[in-house]
């Protein structure tokens, strides 16, 4: 597929999941931005995506995603470099085995794992809705784990008690209802929003403080793949043609869609929505 006159930015791009899709839609011939938290990691980055590729249209913007003042700038700076979004990959994110606060006063796994994704779809809205066929693609969890969604608005940062299953399963729903919700408000529009699960990769989500166990895990699991050459998924519903046709829907690691939005209330949904907002302006 021939993409050359289409632009996306690709949050997490610098590895894992992210970088799998940033280098699976450069062989299109895209114009690809992803988002580094560092110029470093940013270059080398995009010097190994265009390499492979074969694409120079490959650029990187910093940010750190756990602020959302840098979030709403990195969406400031995107569209200072660019007229036109085809598609937003929210692929970032990040695992933080002890609560940590950042200096806008939120819960970090909460900002990074969903909140800069709220944050930065809605500061690119605009530049999406005045593109052609744009859609907004989210990471999402595995279908297996979704079945019985479970978020208590009253304590959208457990604030009460934190564990890293708590903060993963509360970022993994947030951005299904995110995901939902957001089709919701685009049918009237041109963009769509569409979620998906990659399978389980390798990837820098714990980086160092993941512990040993959960290592050892990952190392032994037959089902865990390499993210760099195994995330089809990702490129197949980021590049996928009539992407209107997809709107609200949800697709496993081998592009099925999998039908489970009764699941999620709407109501939900909604009130996270006003709550997102509320909690991303105090910033």
Known sequence: MELKDKTYLVTGGT??????????????????????????????????????????????????????????????????????????????????????????????SFAINYLSHFVLTNGLLDLLKASDEARIVTVAGAPRFLRKPKIDLNDLELTKSYSWMKATNLAMFARVYFGFELADRLKNTSVSSMLFHPGFVKSNLGKSTTPWWLKLMFLLSPDVRNAPETCESGVYVATKENAKSSNGKFFDEKNNIIEFRDKFEKSIGNELWLLSGHLASKK
């Not at 940013?42 to 910093?62: D, M, P, R, W, Y």
Request: charge should be positive.
């Open 15 to 108: 590895s894992g999941v992210g970088k799998a899709i940033a280098s699976g839609i450069a062989k299109t011939g895209a114009t690809i931005v992803i988002v580094s938290r560092t110029t470093s990691n940013g270059e080398q980055t995009v010097k190994e995506i265009s390499e492979k590729s074969a694409n120079k249209n490959i650029s990187f913007l910093t940010a750190d995603l756990s602020l959302m003042k840098s979030v709403e700038q990195l969406s400031i700076e995107f569209k200072q470099q660019h007229n036109q979004l085809h598609g937003l990959v929210n692929a970032a994110g990040a695992w933080y085995f002890k609560k940590e606060i950042t200096s806008e006063g939120l819960d970090k």
